[in-house]
């Protein structure tokens, strides 16, 4: 199998992470370069085509997309250490805060930087500084709900790390590089500690 990756790129960082905490060998991977357009050459839309990554080419030759799809498959793969729920309430509730994650902070940062960040401009033509102002406004809003989350609870869904967790620490790691975000300078001490707590796992440097 063949991943196909982009360094600093938050959405295959965390198929990277997956793989980490899982130690998964053996996957290949293969850097895209986003900034030279390879992602939309002719070979690559054969195999992803919205011109994303990550991908995994799987040896069969099918390409899958969309980060959870490719983590659903691996966790299908390898099963331990699980990350994305035993049974049906669990996977439930693991999911609920993954889609949270990627839904509320993950789009937001994206969105921010893609339309503020001059190393983005290449990846979103037109840019539009306001709205990317605005979506760094909301994602300081939303951090304030996984504070609270995190009040109360040691990871993101619950008494255990799972794939919410790899969402959330990639997205924030992607904002704290380019928007300069960090969640104690907002005050949100609890998704601080949390994040600094998941620094000291190997996978956090996957
Ligand atoms: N929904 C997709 C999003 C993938 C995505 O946006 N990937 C970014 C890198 S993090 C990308 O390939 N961007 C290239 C572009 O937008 O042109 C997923 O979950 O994998």
Redesign the pocket.
Known sequence: MQLYI?PR????RRVQMFMAEKNISGIALVNVD?NQGE?RSAAFLAKSPQ????ALELDDGRVL????AICTYLEGLYPEPNLMGHDFEDKAFIEMADRRAEWTLLLGAANAIRHTHPGLAA?ESPQFPAFGQSQLEKLKENAKVFDRILQNQTWMAGPRFTIADITAFCTLEFARGLLKFSPAQEGLQALQNWRDRLTERDSARA
């Open positions: 982009a790129a938050p959405n295959p986003l992602h011109a994303k990554v990550p997309t969309e980060t959870r990846l």
